[in-house]
Nanobody
Framework: QVQLQESGPGLVKPSQTLSLTCTVSGGSITTSYYAWSWIRQPPGKGLEWMGVITYDGSTYYSPALKSRTSISRDTSKNQFSLQLNAVTPEDTAVYYC?????????WGQGTQVTVSS
């Protein structure tokens, strides 16, 4: 069973860049046909899929966030990362990394990110 763990700052100032990393264990992020997603849940709202990086390094983003989002990977560390630019308080959420695209077989525990000055 693949395990995922998010890491990164819990507090980001408005207009700055939110950066999170997901470390994967129990499997390789380059295993064929696997996909690795970022998902968030703002307080009091539902889950929002943000984007994905696939086993071959291809990336796809939510149209609503595409202009501000970048997902990358470090295969030597078996990690993938999220950058969200120009954050506002509306980006305050619990951020999750997960394996999969439409169905998610494994999730990280989630990390709270608050956008505040």
């Amino acid at each position: 069973q693949v395990q995922l763990q998010e890491s990164g700052p819990g507090l980001v100032k408005p207009s700055q860049t939110l950066s999170l990393t997901c470390t994967v264990s129990g499997g390789s992020i380059t295993t064929s046909y696997y996909a690795w997603s970022w998902i968030r849940q703002p307080p009091g709202k539902g889950l929002e899929w943000m984007g994905v990086i696939t086993y071959d390094g291809s990336t796809y983003y939510s149209p609503a966030l595409k202009s501000r989002t970048s997902i990358s990977r470090d295969t030597s560390k078996n990690q993938f990362s999220l950058q969200l630019n120009a954050v506002t308080p509306e980006d305050t959420a619990v951020y999750y990394c997960a394996s999969g695209l439409e169905r998610f077989s494994s999730w990280g525990q989630g990390t709270q990110v608050t956008v505040s000055s």
